[in-house]
């Protein structure tokens, strides 16, 4: 079983997509469209940067999926396949999982360029500069985390954004209390806190402005019928039916992103084929994921037109 799963905001960088879109007129089109959905020159910006432009949020979400997204309609128009039946499930990290829905079919492609992109500007909205931040914390499980936050917190939002694999859990909230618990990773058994530049507090209930418009764009663009079955964000739990994804994408806003719990189902569902479009961040988290589980499972991260080539005679 196969599964093809897409990453977050973190995978971005100037010069993303510049190859495919020389080699190939399908990634072309995906570039084009997405610019006109936006009315700006987003495939300018991956290319050229500025880098502080590139990472501005409400260009990386939509650049980020841009990209994957062209990799996916190289392999589909020129290798001629159907993601639908070389996919048992899709998924993504955070943004990620509207590039697994746009793949899957439950969005268009300006739709969800427009989408990402009200979402990037909601969550920057949201909160002040510097009244949130983010940590990674390196050598930390879940339950070392969990109880890192509830010490760190002392009455300010301090919570788990993202477990994204056995030895890798990011904490989200005010600035202050992210502070308190980089400065307590010792005392939890933890090896390493570090403050993330990221330019707000996401996936916590300091996002909560960012939901409510989420929930308002899904009732003018809900999701349709999906070709390939999504693993969710705050289940890590199949889903299908486009009601209950429309309210899960709300609740991740500010919910935790359950990567590890995720790789997890889909390896005992019986995936034992990864494969990542547009990025390599995903691949290493479900090694370390797997390893811990026990369990196996070839990864294949594809971003040039070689990666895709290699996929083709593969699948």
């Known amino acids: 079983m196969r599964a093809f799963v897409f990453p977050g905001q973190g995978s971005q960088k100037v010069g993303m997509g510049v190859d495919l879109a020389a080699s190939s007129p399908a990634a072309r089109e995906v570039f084009q469209e997405v610019d006109e959905a936006l009315g700006q020159h987003l495939f300018k910006i991956m290319a050229e940067g500025p880098d502080d432009a590139l990472t501005l949020t409400e260009n990386a979400q939509p650049a980020i999926m841009a990209h994957a997204i062209a990799v996916l309609r190289v392999l589909e128009r020129e290798g001629g396949i159907a993601i639908a039946d070389k996919a048992d499930f899709v998924a993504g990290h955070s943004l990620g999982e509207y590039t697994a829905l746009c793949a899957a079919g439950a969005f268009s492609l300006s739709d969800t360029a427009r989408l990402l992109k009200l979402r990037g500007t909601a969550m920057q909205a949201a909160v002040p500069v510097d009244v949130g931040a983010m940590a990674a914390l390196l050598g930390a499980d879940i339950a070392r985390a969990t109880a890192l936050a509830e010490a760190a917190a002392q009455g300010e939002v301090c919570t788990v954004a993202n477990d994204n694999d056995p030895g890798q859990v990011v904490l989200s909230g005010h600035r202050g209390a992210i502070e308190r618990a980089v400065a307590m990773v010792k005392e939890h058994g933890i090896k390493r806190g570090m403050l993330l530049p990221v330019s707000a507090p996401f996936h916590c209930p300091l996002m909560q402005p960012a939901a409510d418009a989420m929930a308002r764009a899904f009732e003018t663009t809900p999701p349709r019928s999906l070709s390939v079955t999504l693993v969710a964000n705050v289940t890590a739990a199949p889903v299908t039916d486009p009601v209950a994804i429309a309210q899960l994408l709300v609740e991740q806003v500010t919910g935790r992103v359950r990567w590890r719990e995720s790789v ?40 040039t037109m070689a990666d895709i080539e290699a996929l083709l005679k593969e699948i």
């Not at 019986?270 to 370390?288: A, Q, S």
């Open 264 to 303: 997890a189902a889909m390896a005992a569902a019986g995936v034992d084929h990864f494969v990542e479009l547009g990025g390599k961040v995903l691949g290493p988290m479900i090694n370390r994921t797997l390893a811990g589980a026990g369990a196996e499972a070839s990864i294949a991260s594809v971003i």
